[in-house]
């Protein structure tokens, strides 16, 4: 097998063990059947174009041609509408089944089902990344340049298959194919200088030593072998390091390693007095892990949240739970409270089962809201204001927790209208009393922003749609989970100035605004409902965690709003009530399936343990392809960071490609001065600049003596400088010709790369010095255009002086 044979197949086989790093995205592999295939002939007919051979351009595109053709003819009759003819289908069926794809890719999780569009997504993206490996490893020549298209692939799996499991052996392949692709391209390097060989250090190796060892007996270490155990070396050191070394946490939903205390294997509790810090923590963290899975009979599953507390107490500084007592769990929990006849008639009794993951091993239990009856196994107590679960007291420092636990709970699904909450009486006097609280330092911009913005409403549902279309429409605010969270009395006052957060400060303003309209407010920590998957239930992962406000209307009960301006974010429709508002009232940026929302009451206040002033929060949208994800990462967003990765990636290495497409034109030239200026230019590289007066000859010996060349090198050098005199003073037709011209010059380069030290080996790869003849060659250009303009002016000039 040739040289340039082996390598098409190495960069076939690089991209396809990469593309196992998309195998977790579905549920099943049989793709990568078809992708192989198709990657097989699209390597062939490259091969085939190279042998005849093709231009460059007419090879990639002959490459591009028969991989949609191949596509069309696989996917032929797939789409919803099938046209006629083969442009037809290219242009509105292919388009058509691209868009179903995007659609299935929205609607399920990971691994999500191998529908047509999906595995239309699929193959392109393998078969573009093919493409792209094949050009530049073999077309251009330059198989380091093709490991950024294989980076951008793994980047892109890797991170949309974040938790999934089995990262480590798709690392492994993905770099032992692109490891197995540079060997091969060096093998061949090397294989066209001649034969290969290596001395034990001190040694020489005369022509006669040949390949086996050098002067003092010893036996040469060949290139290719040291290559593979340096890489097999790098690929075991990646994999254990991150092994070895300590991981960081993954915030509040986090395994609570590091916190708390807790039962199992699993670490204990995480809480935190201030949802503001955990909750951003969950959102940015890195590891986006399943904690939850549910299944549920609910008719409006977007309206599934599972509320693990409500944060009812502002002391100016934060939002926290207020003491209050527990009592043990009843067989029934009582009535929401505030809930009327009315409502309730019209409430239908839901299901839900959820299993907890092993790292998950929170106090609270997440249901959904508000829960009428709870079946789980072990110690809990229950507080009737939040209606919250919380683990009792195990032993000392040991609590009950959610870890692996696998619970049932029955909850009313509320649909409310606007009418009802429009026409709503007066609160009782206890509540509005206690859920109306504001600190003293509350600054004074707080209750005149709410003012201004209810201005003109007649009741509090009317302002409550007012508050919370201010934050998600009209008010030109940003969400932003890197915003720096922020305390104390001043943190809502330099939210509303600077206008960029994320749903804790949405939540906490808008509850706080609302208490200073007289609306009773209290701020709720949970899970938004999370992402369906293909066999009906629903993930609900790491970034899921969110806070949305509850405010408090007679008749209904606690009542949830969403000020959050962040897609995917179910809004509830009696929110989007056509009030008197100058506004628009349905935020626009926050699409709503269903009409309902939890409603519930808080008993009467009394005294309680400590132990509930610490919030084990958690919560949050997913980010992968459920849409119900407060702070999650879009697949558009991870193209767009990979993007700049290799771009950033890509920077240094335009002068090494620069270089290598030079030397490439010259010695294809087969003409003797460009390979002299080739030759020149790689002794320039290593810091021997060239001298314009010397002759070729003396400029060969000095090449020589500079670099330190030997044996065959040097002689390779006076080689080519006695072409070049031949070419230069040979009488007219005489045969000047030079027949290992290309190999003489890659020799000599070689052995000037050779002989100095690392770093400036380096420097040479990466920034030769010889890369000024750029800013020559634009300098001359410059020149030539300006020149060019100076004489256009004076001929036009010329005729208006003989004029005058």
Request: glycine letters at 12%; one cysteine or more; aromatic letters at 6%.
């Amino acid at each position: 097998m040739s040289g340039r044979a082996r390598l098409t197949l190495f960069a076939m086989l690089a991209t396809l063990l990469t593309s196992w790093s998309l195998a977790p995205l579905v549920e099943s592999s049989g793709w990568l059947v078809q992708a192989a295939v198709l990657l097989g002939v699209q390597s062939a007919v490259g091969a085939g174009a190279r042998r005849i051979p093709l231009a460059r351009s007419l090879t990639v595109a002959a490459q591009l041609l028969v991989t949609l053709l191949l596509l069309a003819f696989l996917f032929a009759g797939k789409a919803e509408s099938p046209s006629g003819g083969l442009s037809g289908y290219l242009l509105t069926d292919f388009g058509s089944l691209f868009r179903q794809g995007v659609r299935d890719v929205g609607e399920f999780a990971i691994p999500a089902p191998l529908t047509d569009g999906i595995r239309l997504l699929l193959l392109s993206g393998v078969l573009l990344i093919g493409l792209l490996v094949d050009m530049l490893a073999v077309t251009m020549r330059t198989a380091a340049a093709a490991g950024l298209p294989l980076l951008a692939l793994y980047s892109v799996a890797a991170g949309l298959s974040a938790g999934q499991g089995g990262a480590w052996f798709s690392f492994l392949l993905a770099g032992c194919g692109f490891l197995m692709l540079l060997l091969t391209e060096g093998r061949d390097r090397l294989a066209q200088w001649g034969r290969v060989f290596g001395a034990a250090p001190g040694g020489r190796v005369s022509a006669a030593s040949g390949y086996g060892g050098g002067k003092d007996g010893t036996r040469a270490v060949a290139p290719v072998r040291t290559g593979r155990r340096i890489g097999v070396v790098t690929l075991g050191l990646a994999l254990a390091v991150p092994a070895v070394l300590p991981s960081l946490g993954g915030g509040m939903l986090g395994s609570g390693d590091d916190g708390g205390a807790g039962n199992g294997a699993g670490g204990g509790t995480i809480s935190a007095v201030n949802p503001l810090v955990s909750l951003q923590g969950s959102l940015n963290a890195q590891d986006n892990r399943v904690v939850l899975r549910y299944r549920t009979d609910s008719p409006q599953q977007s309206e599934q949240y599972l509320r693990i507390l409500a944060l009812d107490e502002f002391n100016g500084v934060k939002w926290e739970a207020s003491g209050r007592p527990l009592t043990d769990v009843p067989e029934r929990l009582p009535n929401p409270q505030g809930l009327g006849g009315e409502v309730r008639q019209n409430a239908a009794e839901v299901r839900t089962t959820v299993s907890a993951a092993q790292t998950y091993a929170q106090r609270y239990l997440p249901m959904p809201y508000p829960a009428t009856q709870v079946d789980i196994g072990g110690k809990w107590r229950f507080e009737p204001a939040g209606r919250t679960l919380v683990g009792d007291q195990l032993g000392k420092d040991r609590f009950q927790n959610v870890q692996g636990a696998q619970y049932t709970v029955r909850s009313l699904l509320l649909q409310p209208t606007a009418s009802q909450l429009r026409d709503a009486p007066e609160p009782d006097p206890a509540v509005r009393s206690e859920y109306t609280k504001l600190p003293p330092n509350l600054p004074p911009v707080v209750a005149e922003t709410a003012r201004k913005v209810t201005r003109g409403a007649t009741d509090d549902y009317a302002r409550a749609v007012r508050l919370q279309d201010f934050f998600a429409v009209s008010g030109g605010f940003r969400y932003d989970t890197t915003v720096s969270s922020g305390s104390g009395s001043q943190a809502i006052a330099r939210f509303l100035n600077d206008k960029e957060g994320f749903c804790v400060h949405f939540s906490f303003s808008m509850a706080a605004m609302a208490r200073s309209l007289n609306i009773p407010a209290r701020v709720a920590v949970g899970f938004t409902p999370g992402s369906k998957q293909a066999d009906g239930s629903v993930n609900v992962s790491l970034r899921d965690a969110h806070a949305w406000p509850e405010l408090y209307f007679e008749g209904v009960g606690w009542t949830r709003f969403e000020p959050t301006p962040r897609s995917g974010i179910s809004v509830p429709d009696y929110s989007r009530a056509a009030q008197p508002t100058a506004q628009p009232s349905a935020p626009a940026a926050l699409p709503s399936p269903g009409a309902s929302a939890p409603s519930a009451a808080p008993s009467k206040a009394e005294d309680c343990p400590p132990e509930l002033k610490k919030l084990g929060e958690c919560g949050g949208p997913v980010l992968s392809q459920g849409g119900n994800s407060d702070g999650g990462v879009t697949p558009l967003s991870v193209l767009g960071w990979t993007a700049a990765g290799v771009l950033v990636l890509g920077l240094p290495l335009l002068p090494l490609l620069w270089r290598r497409r030079i030397r490439t034109r010259r010695l294809a030239a087969g003409d003797v001065l460009l390979a002299w200026r080739e030759l020149g230019d790689a002794a320039w590289d290593v810091n021997i600049p060239p001298d314009e007066a010397l002759s070729p000859r003396r400029a060969a010996g000095r090449v020589v003596v500079l670099g330190r060349l030997e044996d065959e090198a040097a002689q390779a050098v006076h080689r080519v400088a006695g072409a070049v005199e031949r070419a230069l003073y040979a009488p007219p037709g005489a045969d000047t010709s030079y027949e290992g011209l290309a190999d003489d010059v890659l020799l000599a380069s070689a052995a000037l790369l050779a002989t100095v030290s690392r770093g400036t080996r380096v420097r040479a790869l990466l920034l030769p010095r010889s890369l000024v003849r750029l800013s020559w060659a634009a300098s001359t250009r410059w020149s030539g255009v300006t020149a060019r303009g100076a004489a256009l002016s004076g001929r036009i000039r010329l005729p208006l002086r003989d004029r005058g």
